[in-house]
């Protein structure tokens, strides 16, 4: 379970024997019988978060599946002539969704999209790797990432989330990570 996660119970009188748990934000609900003793309680929000957590571990892709993601995106909407070195879901970036250092050919990805779906990923990898070929958002940076067909579609679900997290009373407001980028290195960040 993520370090950042909040456990909420909620407790119903309409639920007679049927326990379920999901993630809201940064908060995980585990909703449970009204009727069930405090021992009960806590038991099954511990059964709860594994399996939540297990089922979560099945959907993340490990960094081999994301580096060959990006090779496939790179090839079919970037000409596949600047491949990436190296790419890897990194738990450091709370600001921003993805990174590039093109000198190094490296991309790190959020694990913050890891649960999105994989059309925003992908928007997200593709965004990362027109920076192998254009470092800065100019015009011709832009063209590159429209090539991919969900890009403002995609622009618009990040763009959503990032409202929706900040919003109250969902979560904590909004607190930029105190990360720094060196001066080889560009990023995709939240806005």
Same mark, same amino acid.
């Given at each position: 379970m993520p370090s950042n996660t909040k456990i909420e119970v909620r407790r119903s009188p309409r639920r007679r024997?049927?326990?379920s748990a999901y993630r809201d934000g940064d908060t995980t609900v585990v909703l449970v019988p009204a009727t069930f003793s405090r021992a009960e309680e806590k038991r099954w929000v511990g059964r709860m978060?594994?399996?939540l957590e297990a089922?979560?571990?099945?959907?993340?892709?490990?960094?081999?599946?994301?580096?060959?993601?990006?090779? /496939?995106? +790179? =090839?079919? !909407? #970037?000409? &596949?002539?600047?491949?990436p070195d190296s790419v890897r879901w990194v738990d450091n970036q709370n600001s921003r969704w993805g990174s590039c250092?093109?000198?190094?050919r490296t991309i790190r990805i959020s694990r913050r999209v890891a649960?999105?779906?994989?059309?925003?990923?992908?928007?997200?990898?593709?965004?990362?790797?027109?920076?192998?070929?254009?470092?800065?958002h100019g015009r011709e940076f832009w063209e590159l990432v429209h090539r991919y067909p969900k890009a /403002?579609? +995609? =622009?618009? !679900? #990040?763009? &959503?989330?990032?409202?929706?997290?900040?919003?109250?009373?969902?979560g904590p407001e909004f607190v930029p990570d105190e990360e720094t980028l060196d001066s080889t290195e560009v990023a995709l960040e939240e806005e």
């Open positions: 024997r049927t326990v978060l594994q399996r089922r979560e571990e099945r959907r993340r892709p490990g960094d081999g599946e994301l580096h060959d993601r990006a090779v /496939e995106l +790179a =090839r079919r !909407y #970037l000409d &596949g002539t600047r491949l250092t093109p000198d190094t649960g999105m779906p994989e059309w925003v990923v992908d928007y997200v990898l593709i965004h990362e790797l027109a920076h192998l070929f254009i470092p800065h /403002e579609r +995609a =622009r618009g !679900y #990040l763009e &959503g989330f990032s409202a929706g997290s900040r919003a109250e009373p969902c």
